[in-house]
């Protein structure tokens, strides 16, 4: 089933992947990325879209299913679409968002800032504190996603990387996982190649599928992820990641790496 579920994210990915990607041209969902170009925000859409096909198919064919997951999936997407279509930008950062509220401004980044946490809150039960410190967390990671977001498929290796290094200890490895494992790829090779953008869905949806890989940890790893969580929004809302990345010549080079273009 893992192998299946992996064919049908790719085969979903290239079925629908220019019809959106042409979607979101004509619809003006288009940002300017960091050479100026115009590029379709739209990759996120894709993920969703292989994201319902592959679990359509595990449904009708009476695989398990977390369907309280796939809520909280649906709903981070939409919170993150929401901000890519109306968003402007002119806050970033949780302490931007706040700043810019109580000045009486709602940013859609504030709407996402209080939207994830409220949303996460129908995955939990209050039979343990503990939940606060996952919810906490999570919502966290969703942000941090975002930072990344910034070059051409920078956000894809970041999730790769990341999921490799959990995939040893976690115990949510299931065939809907292998299978957005595989859209994410497809997703990766057009980003690097300017073709589309995450956007804050696309990064929203790979913070949030993190983050229940994250859950599915032992409490000394969750902690371990949870720290490294907590410096990376530190060091993102007062640092610019790009700076830091095109200062470490490691760092440099993994980023760039694939890319057409510099």
């Known amino acids: 089933m893992y192998y299946l579920t992996a ?32 590029i379709p925000v739209a990759l996120g859409i894709i993920i969703i ?3 319902l096909g592959i679990s ?18 649906f709903g981070v997407f939409t919170i993150g679409f929401f901000d890519d279509v109306l968003g402007k930008g002119d806050s970033k950062g949780f302490k931007g968002h ?10 859609t980044g504030f709407i996402k800032a209080i939207g994830v946490p409220v949303l996460l809150l129908f995955y939990f039960t209050i039979d343990n504190y503990i939940f606060l410190i996952d919810l906490v967390f999570i919502s966290l990671l969703v942000n941090v996603f975002n930072f990344f977001d910034l070059r051409p498929g920078r956000c894809q290796k970041v999730f790769f990387i990341t999921n ?9 490895i299931t065939p809907l996982y292998i299978g957005i494992l595989s859209v994410t790829l497809f997703t990766l090779i057009l980003d690097l190649r300017e073709k589309g953008m995450l956007g804050d ?13 994250v859950l599915s940890l032992q409490f000394p790893y969750r902690a371990i992820v949870y720290f490294l969580v907590l410096i990376l929004t530190l060091v993102g809302e007062k640092y610019s990641f790009t700076k830091i ?17 510099g």
């Open 98 to 107: 706040f700043k810019a509220f109580f000045k009486g401004k709602l940013t």
């Open 56 to 73: 359509l198919f595990l449904h009708l064919f009476n695989v398990y299913l977390d369907y309280k997951m796939l809520f909280i999936i």
């Open 49 to 51: 879209t292989g994201i």
């Open 164 to 172: 490799l290094l959990i995939l040893p200890f976690s115990k949510g």
């Open 7 to 38: 064919f049908l994210g790719l085969l979903i990915s290239l079925y629908f992947s220019k019809w959106i990607l042409n979607l979101a041209k004509d619809g003006g969902l288009v940002v300017t990325n960091y050479r100026g170009e115009q």
């Open 201 to 213: 869905a696309g990064a929203n949806l790979l913070g949030v599928i993190t983050g229940f890989q």
């Open 245 to 261: 990345i095109e200062k470490n010549r490691l760092l440099n080079y993994l980023d760039k790496l694939g890319r057409i273009k």
